[in-house]
């Protein structure tokens, strides 16, 4: 039987991912900061799906954070299969009123937190000849995003290493996948939505969460490089990489102002 491995677990896409992952008949390894959550999340998994749930509790935002969790599975025995990386943070609003906090911590989980990650479990796979790692990203990395600025950047960075790994590894038996889904309906949007106060978006451009989980799990399973859920998405995604760079800054930065309260 195979494991997965699910940071972000505790709620939204990676809660989803999850439920998926363990009807496909996988073992599971959920990791949050909130254990009580990821308790609940794991009794009910177990229940509808009769898989065993290991739950491990970690900020991976930390320095050597990853490295201890590898260390705490290794000694359990739990080789990993499947690596999703889900765990990431947003912060709306402009550049220099977010300040460098929200942009530490951007950086710290949604990048240094995912490559660490990969360090710890991607050389395992290798060396057993094997695997598969998703990595979520979002549509924001295929543009710039105002007002989601430092964001946008970090998941161009997850999807630019996605796509290198994925030439990297051909032939290791490892496949490396992107998701790139658009604002889905998760406790992150409604956070930025409360905190900035001005985050406006028509609801028809909203996904459903399990929608996007269950394209990012197929996705994952069939070895796919790049998967966006919503055709809506899909079109903005590849306009937005024929489209020149001034006319994507142009559109981008209007679209933003028209979302964004003044």
């Known amino acids: 039987m195979q494991t997965t491995l699910i940071t972000g677990a505790s709620s939204g896409i990676g809660e989803s991912l999850a439920g998926h992952f363990a009807a496909g008949g996988s073992r599971l390894v959920l990791v949050a900061r909130s254990e009580q959550k990821l308790k609940q999340i794991a009794r009910q998994v177990e229940s509808l799906h009769s ?8 900020d991976l935002s930390r320095r050597g954070a990853a490295k201890k969790l590898a260390a705490a599975l290794e000694a359990r025995g739990t080789p990993i299969d499947t690596l999703v990386n889900c765990a990431g943070v947003l912060e709306h609003g402009s550049f220099v009123h977010n300040g460098p906090a ?23 796979m290798v060396q057993r000849g094997g695997g598969r790692v ?3 990203a979002s549509i924001a990395a295929f543009q710039p995003v105002p007002s989601l600025a430092v964001y946008a950047a970090s ?4 999807l630019s290493l996605t796509e290198s790994l994925s ?6 038996g490892v496949t490396v996948t992107a998701l790139c889904p658009g604002l889905t309906a998760t406790n992150m949007l409604s956070s930025a ?59 981008s930065g209007f679209a933003g102002r028209l979302t964004t309260k003044s």
Not at 51 to 58: C, G, M, P, Y
Request: proline residues 4%; negative net charge.
């Open 134 to 136: 998703l990595n979520v």
């Open 193 to 251: 939505q409360e905190k900035s106060g001005g985050l406006n978006v028509p609801g028809f451009m909203i996904g459903d969460v399990d929608d996007v989980a269950r394209q990012g799990y197929k996705a994952c399973m069939e070895g796919e490089v790049i998967c966006v859920p919503g055709a809506i998405n899909l079109a903005v995604t590849l306009g937005s990489r024929a489209a020149p760079k001034w006319l994507l800054r142009r559109v």
């Open 167 to 172: 030439e990297e590894l051909k032939g290791t």
């Open 102 to 124: 929200a942009h530490r911590q951007i950086l710290d989980l949604n990048i240094s937190g995912l490559t660490s990650m990969l360090d710890e479990f991607l050389p395992g």
């Open 51 to 58: 898989v065993n749930v290991l739950v491990e509790t970690a």
């Open 155 to 158: 998941k161009a960075y997850v």
